[in-house]
């Protein structure tokens, strides 16, 4: 049985500015229809395996994309939520600055 081709990368791209589902990271029925189908009476059907397999590929793929794009993962909970905080003070700060300057400009 030859190797699954690699997902095409369109594929992938798609998937990164979606919110990720707990489908992304459920590999085992993925892994017991593989099972199934070799333990078919009429031996496993070669496509439907290679199909099932290159699935798997795909998302572990996907999940490995996901998990390496999320910030502050190897943070703790308290540690993120400070550095939350920050940022929507930052936001805030920013916000009035923009708002300061719509306000001169406008005078203008």
Do not use: W
């Not at 400070?82 to 203008?108: G, M, N, P, T």
């Amino acid at each position: 049985m030859a190797a699954p081709q690699d997902p095409p990368s369109s594929t992938l791209s798609d998937t990164t500015h979606r919110q990720p589902s707990r489908e992304d990271f459920t590999f085992l029925p993925l892994f017991t229809d593989i099972v199934t189908q070799y333990s078919a009476p009429n031996g496993p059907d070669t496509e439907q395996v290679k199909k099932l397999a290159l699935t798997i590929k795909t998302r572990f793929h996907r999940a490995n994309e996901t998990i390496n794009g999320l910030t502050n993962l190897d943070m703790s909970r308290d540690a993120q939520m400070q550095c939350y905080e920050r940022s929507l003070a930052i936001l805030a700060e920013k916000k009035l600055q923009l708002e300061k300057y719509v306000a001169s400009v406008s005078e203008i």
